[in-house]
């Protein structure tokens, strides 16, 4: 009789972690191969029109500001959220996000790539504007720099190498005091 029950743990056992095996090779799959069988999109879908960004001019070192920025979907199709672009939620393959990178004064020097996201919390139809929070952090010694926004279909591509629109500005960091 111990023998049968040791027997159904480790059958249970077995299951439970080819269940989890199963399912992390799942979302490695698609980690590594997002978008299988999908058609490539248009450079079209990337058209974005940056309308309005509330940012102090000046910001304190190592310090975080919520920025708000007002973007257009200005391409002819939907921009997909999370749960549009993957309804099951392991990877918000393709969903739109809001991110931004630093970069050093006048000089292509880049600071850090894109980190911090920020997600659209509904499908953004063609024509629509929406004003998203992004939470910047200011680097971390006082000087000059430029901060850079775009968008990126997540786990696919940013928008910008795709032909959209630009947007960067000057920014002067104080030493914090």
């Known amino acids: 009789m111990q023998g049968r029950i040791s027997t159904r743990i480790d059958m249970r056992i077995k299951r439970r972690t080819l ?13 590594v191969v997002p978008c299988a069988g999908e058609p490539a999109r248009e450079d079209s879908f990337y058209r974005v029109r940056w309308e309005r960004v509330e940012l102090p ?3 304190v070192a190592g310090t975080t500001h919520r920025v708000l920025v007002t973007l257009r979907n200005a391409s002819p199709e939907i921009w997909p959220d999370a749960q549009m672009a ?21 000089r292509d020097v880049l600071l850090g790539d894109y980190a911090v996201r920020s997600d659209l919390p509904w499908p953004l139809r063609p024509g629509e504007s929406i004003t998203l929070p992004l939470r ?10 430029r901060l850079q926004l775009d968008l990126v279909e997540e786990l696919v591509g940013w928008f910008e190498p795709r032909g959209a629109a630009r947007w960067i500005t000057p920014i002067e960091v104080r030493p914090r005091r």
């Open 19 to 31: 269940r989890r095996l199963l399912s992390l090779c799942g979302c490695l799959l698609a980690a």
């Open 86 to 106: 993957d309804p099951v939620g392991r990877t918000a393959a393709r969903a739109i996000r809001l991110s931004y990178r630093w970069w050093e004064g006048d």
């Open 136 to 145: 910047v952090e200011a680097p971390g010694r006082a000087g000059r720099y």
């Open 57 to 59: 001019p000046v910001l």
